[in-house]
């Protein structure tokens, strides 16, 4: 049995890192110390391959959310250090991986991902999925949080 997923996700087009488009399942959320992107392994882009991409990911959704920040507020410049991603594998076992990237200006020169233990989950990402504010980069519009993902397994 799979597990649900914990947040609504929308799908946008990134180019993997052999230049490919694939469809790569996210959900961003605003939270008191920046931005938080939880990228989902789906069947049609599954886990090892995002993880194999996550610095061609990373770069090209570091850019949409520079401009998003700039739509939002012209005076705004988002450091790469202010945003987090997460790697979500569901399953019976759910997996969750936090993506730390070293940047060079807005390029990641070098990627460790790092499995979340239950501690992580209950006092970092647990609160970014129950109270942040969820928004859409392909809209560009945000959303209000529903409480429904406060409980990360």
């Given amino acids: 049995m799979t597990m ?3 947040f609504e996700t929308e799908t946008l087009l990134l180019q993997n890192r ?3 488009l694939v469809p790569v399942a ?10 938080c992107v939880v990228l989902v392994a789906t069947p049609d882009f599954p886990a090892r391959q995002l993880t194999n991409s996550a610095e061609h990911l ?6 949409r959310l520079s401009e998003y920040c700039q739509q939002q507020d012209a005076s705004c410049r988002l450091n790469a250090e202010d945003v987090e991603f997460i790697q979500f594998h569901p399953a019976d076992e759910p997996e969750w991986l936090r993506w730390r990237l070293q940047w060079a200006g807005s390029s990641p020169i070098h990627l460790d991902s790092v499995p979340l233990t239950q501690a992580s989950r209950e006092g970092f990402l647990q609160p970014i999925l129950a109270k942040g504010q969820s928004f859409s980069l392909a809209s560009g519009k945000d959303s209000v949080a529903d409480g429904s993902c406060a409980q990360v397994a």
């Fill in 58 to 63: 990373a770069y090209q959704l570091f850019q």
């Fill in 4 to 6: 649900l997923m914990p």
């Fill in 18 to 20: 052999l230049g490919r």
């Fill in 26 to 35: 996210l959900r961003c959320f605003h939270h008191h110390r920046g931005v």
